[in-house]
């Protein structure tokens, strides 16, 4: 399983990127961006999100 941003629904508020304990989410612009290779996807980010815009996908 990996996080996966919706581009068309992120807000950019940031607060998935001070929710994630692996330092896995990065702002680009006013869009959240996943690093792969850090995230552990525990899912946590999803929580955080208000916005919904962070989804749990299949690899």
Avoid: W, Y
């Avoid at 961006?33 to 749990?56: H, Q």
């Amino acid at each position: 399983m990996v996080v996966r941003v919706v581009e068309e629904i992120c807000q950019g508020c940031g607060a998935c990127t001070s929710s994630c304990p692996s330092n896995a989410i990065v702002m680009k612009g006013k869009t959240a961006t996943i690093m792969k290779i850090f995230c552990r996807s525990c899912g946590i980010c999803l929580d955080n999100c208000p916005a919904g815009a962070l989804k749990m996908h299949d690899c």
